[in-house]
């Protein structure tokens, strides 16, 4: 079987259209990245969603989280700092057993940000909630109001601090949601870590964009909250819980 | 009557700077614990992601408590117009500031940043009660300054009931305010209690009456003044009312809580189960700080020694409730998944465990010695002690 005429001429025309076009469609991939000086945009809402019955008895994404970001592991596991750990639940009436990430929930009315008193915690406009290093007087204050125990304390000096992740002895930090990365257009590194070792079951992306999975997941399939009582409309959306 | 006399005290006496050293060295022990916690971190302390408010907050919310409190008795006289406690209401005044900024360094000294207390006076977040109680302490010591100052100063003496007035206000905000730091801590099931607040304002009662009376008692006596037995009696009185004020309060508090099914857990904890915050509770908070006092206030016959035990008891019993209120609050695991067992690296699902290091007592005492020796430095610099309280020098009328 062979090409006629004018089929290669539309086939041909059609390649060098595309190749044409690839650099355009790049182009404007490129023009949606943010850059790092752009604001955060109230339009988006970054958050996670987490198929707990995906995750398996691995702890990936801890250690991709914390190797990110430089947390490191002081052998006192009551004052090191934690900004992800795994959580094992256990049903008091059924025992049935399950595990899952947990970090802070990026709320949407996070209870952190009510009480500290110098404003120091606060929330970006798509929804990041950060820590401000340079105004936080280290009162715990948030801590206290954590519902989800997400913060830690800095107790001690810090060390190998990575560029992109500043932190300080006696301060409080939490998750940051990788906000050096998604600046840059990456998934947090948990998320990724999760679907290259892990159980797959995470799920970065922006809760307000029709055309992301996440939206779409979201609104097609059963999600939940943590301590969804409270009320606080989190940015990470748990299933199978 | 005859109008009052005030006079400094000598303070030249050995016993009196053998006092002055005692409490200027506690202070410095305490200044050095907090230059250690800071320098080395928090982690040489009790404290723990999971207890993040230890031992230093329990001594600074007792010392921001009980001033609010000492500034009762002179409340009790420009406000409440009762004419026996007016030559009391300059040293009310003075315990209050002092208690105060005792509380108030134990709090800063104890942050994690205290070199940025700038930062926390430049920048506020309006909705941070947090914020406003700094408006308030600050506030309060401006107050209680304009009140003293009408009381000492002849020409503002007519004043004198609107400034006390104002402060009585001031405090009761201020109180309520210290209270709703941990009423508002939505996700704990231990603070969430409308209660907590006018909790804290019969504690304040309680603690303050209970520093003023001591303080009082053991001046007068340092000094040689005269202390009448009827002014003594009255005081007593009062400090008993209160402290079953409190309990009643106490009592209250549990008992909604174990009405609430979400509470059943967090009370099983606090009135059964918890260990070392259980017997606080009962052995230290109930027993020390309630029983023994009214006992003691209330068994017919005064005894000097007998009013300063039950001063102290309530004390010591103060400390003891706010030690299970403020840690063991937050030993107590959240509820993250209700319904389920849970356990992770972060003592998820299990009671914290906490034990108070050397330097958090020692920053705690510190405060409190700081304020007494405020106490004792105003004493000496100022007119704020009568000279006599003797029953025939106060109104014979009013006993
Ligand atoms: S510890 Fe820092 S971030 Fe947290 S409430 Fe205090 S000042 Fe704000």
Redesign the pocket.
């Known amino acids: 079987m062979s090409l006629g005429r004018r089929e290669f001429l539309a086939w041909g025309t059609a390649a060098t259209a595309g190749a044409a076009l690839a650099p355009v469609i790049s182009l404007v991939e490129l023009a949606q990245a943010r850059s790092p000086e752009e604001a955060a945009s109230s339009l988006r809402r970054w958050g996670l969603l987490i198929d707990i019955t995906k995750c398996a008895d691995c702890d990936e994404c801890v250690t991709a989280c914390h190797t990110e970001n430089g947390v490191a592991n002081n052998g006192r596991p009551r004052t090191d700092a934690q900004w992800i750990r795994k959580v094992n639940l256990r049903d008091k009436r059924t025992a049935v057993a399950q595990t899952l990430p947990l970090m802070c929930q990026h709320c949407e009315d996070p209870p952190?940000v009510d009480?500290?008193?110098?404003g120091?915690?606060f929330k970006r406009d798509d929804g990041i909630v950060l820590?401000d290093k340079h105004?936080?007087?280290?009162?715990?204050?948030?801590?206290m109001a954590c519902p989800y125990g997400a913060?830690s304390?800095v107790h001690e000096t810090v060390t190998g601090q990575r560029p992109d992740v500043p932190r300080g002895k006696g301060?409080?930090e939490s998750c940051t949601l990788c906000v050096h990365r998604v600046d840059r257009g990456d998934a947090p590194a948990c998320v990724e870590a999760c679907n290259r070792d892990g159980g797959k079951a995470m799920l970065f992306g922006d809760l307000n964009d029709a055309s992301a999975e996440i939206h779409r997941r979201l609104h097609a399939e059963p999600s939940a909250q943590v301590r969804a009582d409270l009320a606080l409309d989190t940015g990470v959306r748990y299933q199978g819980l | 009557m005859t109008p009052t006399q005030f006079r400094e005290i000598e303070g030249r006496s050995g016993g009196f700077f053998a006092l002055l050293c005692t409490l200027v060295l506690l202070v410095l022990a305490g200044l050095g614990a907090a230059w250690h916690m800071e320098h080395e971190g928090h982690h040489v302390t009790g404290m723990s992601n999971r207890i993040v408010w230890g031992t230093p907050h329990v001594f600074a919310v007792f010392l921001i408590v009980a001033a609010s409190g000492a500034l009762n008795v002179a409340s009790i006289a420009s406000v409440f117009g009762r004419d026996l406690y007016k030559p009391l209401a300059r040293l009310s005044g003075l315990l209050a500031v002092a208690l105060l900024a005792g509380g108030l360094s134990v709090l800063v000294l104890d942050l994690?940043r205290p070199d940025r207390l700038i930062v926390a006076m430049t920048h506020y977040n309006f909705k941070s009660i947090?914020a406003w109680n700094i408006f308030l302490y600050t506030g309060f010591f401006a107050v209680v300054a304009v009140y003293l100052w009408t009381m000492f100063e002849r020409r503002m003496n007519s004043h004198s009931a609107r400034a006390g007035l104002l402060a009585f206000v001031w405090r009761l905000v201020l109180t309520t305010g210290t209270g709703s730091i941990f009423g508002f801590l939505v996700a704990r099931e231990t603070y969430n209690s409308a209660l907590l607040a006018p909790l804290f304002i019969v504690m304040s009662f309680s603690f303050g009456l209970a520093v003023f009376t001591l303080v009082l008692m053991a001046s007068f006596r340092g000094t040689g003044r005269a202390l009448g037995d009827a002014l003594i009696a009255r005081l007593t009185r009062l400090l008993g009312l209160f402290v079953a004020a409190v309990l009643y309060f106490v009592l209250v508090y549990h008992l909604t809580n174990l009405y609430i099914a979400r509470h059943h857990e967090v009370e099983r904890f606090i009135l059964l189960g918890g260990g070392i915050y259980t017997a606080l509770f009962w052995i230290g908070q109930v027993l020390v700080g309630g029983v023994i006092p009214l006992a003691l206030v209330f068994r017919p016959g005064a005894s000097r020694s007998r009013t300063a035990a039950a001063a102290g008891c309530v004390i010591a019993g103060g400390l003891a409730q706010l030690y299970v209120l403020i840690i063991g609050g937050q030993a107590f695991p959240q509820a993250l998944f209700p319904g389920k067992e849970v356990a992770s690296s972060f003592f998820d699902g299990v009671v914290a465990s906490y034990s108070p290091s050397l330097a958090e007592i020692a920053l705690g005492t510190g405060g409190m010695a700081l304020a007494l020796a405020l106490t004792v430095v105003g004493l000496k610099v100022l007119p704020f002690l009568p000279q006599s309280l003797s029953d025939a020098a106060i109104d014979p009328a009013e006993t």
Do not use: D, E, M
């Open positions: 952190c009480v500290c008193p110098t120091a915690s820590v105004t936080c007087i280290g009162c715990r204050y948030c801590v913060r304390f301060t409080v | 994690g947090f």
